[in-house]
């Protein structure tokens, strides 16, 4: 199923990015991604971003600005993808839910953690070796200047 755009949002605090660990259960496979998801009927962008926020890291945001509005990957399950810089307002980052995926009980949200995005040598190898969300980091750290 290809949908048409992917908001994500990308929460910075003191130079570290938020990630989510999705795990797949039929898999038994763990990776990282930036929270976001689909558009909802009657939602603004800036309301999805916060409403996905919310939903995946318990967190209370404010959306600072867009960074970039790119082609997805050809084999991605969206056309295109929108990235938001956010801002924490309120709220401790905790694993949420993702409910069109745990609808299906395959997936669940397992970790949240900042990575420093001044430290790259730092992130675990799962993170710089996959092909989805490494090259994100590596085009947030550039558009942000790290």
Not at 91 to 109: D, H, K
Not at 118 to 130: T, V
């Amino acid at each position: 199923m290809v949908r048409h755009t992917r908001y994500q949002g990308i929460v910075v605090r003191d130079h570290q990015a938020l990630l989510i660990k999705h795990w797949d259960h039929s898999t038994g496979m763990g990776y990282w991604v930036i929270p976001g998801g689909g558009i909802e009927p009657g939602e603004t962008e800036e309301d999805c971003i916060k409403r996905e926020l919310k939903e995946e890291t318990n967190l209370d945001v404010e959306v600072v600005r867009l960074l970039y509005d790119e082609p997805d990957r050809p084999d991605g399950i969206y056309t295109c993808r929108k990235t938001y810089l956010c801002r924490p307002l309120s709220g401790v980052p905790s694993p949420g839910f993702e409910p069109e995926l745990e609808a299906q009980a395959n997936y669940s949200i397992t970790e949240v953690r900042w990575f420093d995005l001044k430290a790259e040598s730092n992130w675990p190898a799962e993170l710089c070796n996959d092909p989805f969300t490494y090259p994100q980091m590596a085009r947030i750290r550039q558009v942000l200047g790290y």
